[in-house]
């Protein structure tokens, strides 16, 4: 039998949390200390997460948008870091602690687990030429449920890697001066599409990221798959989703 897991506590294993230190400069740009790149302390990140679950009702495409905030909280027990997860839907309303996510620092690696699901996040130099399997430790059959609907989100390894490095960032008029984009899946097969892009900031850790995991019912309509070439996937997406994390606030706690 599949394994099967909420939506919900999927995106948040997404969200590793970072903050970076150039520690040399070679022909390929910067390089950064994965140590500075993570800060294990009592750290509290809030992001607004935006996010769109698509749905097929008969032969309709059935978007649900919703918007809610997620605060990410870094302690400690024993000698193992934590991070604990809370949501609210708005500003008026008490957080709610929805999971907990186990931190690992092994080999120069960052991995986090959730609930079984561990995600190699980052991975030691940082720097443009640095390339590994983010899904390396998860089964390539795990399913998760979406609006009643079973999705494979790692049906496509999740190859990632440092693609850029920017000198200034602006997300939603505040101004990053360090940012190491990751790009740790972008693939599209006609009936899936994986993609996921990240944004870490210096002195902040994730400032922006956004994803995409769906597949579309093209794959269930014989002789219909070449009409689907064409149709952007944010229509002709029928079970998944995609969401937008940004960077609200980061403090101690």
Not at 84 to 94: A, C, I, L, P
Request: proline share 4%; glycine share 6%.
């Amino acid at each position: 039998m599949k394994k099967t897991r909420p939506f919900f506590i999927f995106i948040w294993v997404l969200s590793a949390l970072s903050s970076c230190g150039r520690v040399e400069t070679n022909s390929l740009g910067p390089s950064y200390t994965i140590d500075q790149f993570f800060p294990l302390g009592k750290y509290e990140w809030v992001y607004r997460a935006d996010s769109v679950i698509y749905d097929l009702v008969g032969t309709e495409q059935v978007l649900d948008s919703t918007t809610s905030y997620l605060r990410f909280q870094m302690e400690k027990r024993g000698g193992d870091w934590f991070q604990v997860q809370s949501q609210r839907r708005d500003s008026s309303m008490e957080w709610n602690v929805v999971g907990t996510a186990k931190i690992y620092m092994l080999n120069g690696e960052v991995i986090v687990n959730q609930n079984g699901i561990s995600l190699t996040r980052l991975v030691s130099p940082v720097r443009l030429d640095n390339q590994w399997d983010e899904s390396a430790l998860v089964p390539a059959d795990l399913i998760i449920r979406v609006a009643g609907e079973s999705i494979a989100p790692f049906s496509i390894p999740w190859e990632a890697e440092y693609v850029e490095f920017i000198d200034s960032f602006q997300v939603e008029g505040k101004t990053y001066d360090q940012i190491v984009k990751k790009v740790s899946i972008d693939e599209d097969v006609l009936i899936e599409r994986r993609a996921l892009t990240e944004w870490y900031g210096e002195g902040y850790g994730l400032v922006l990221a956004q994803g995409f995991f769906a597949d579309t019912q093209c794959e269930h309509i014989p002789g219909e798959l070449a009409d689907c070439i064409d149709i952007p996937w944010s229509d002709k997406a029928t079970k998944g989703y995609q969401y937008t994390l940004t960077l609200e606030s980061f403090d101690t706690w």
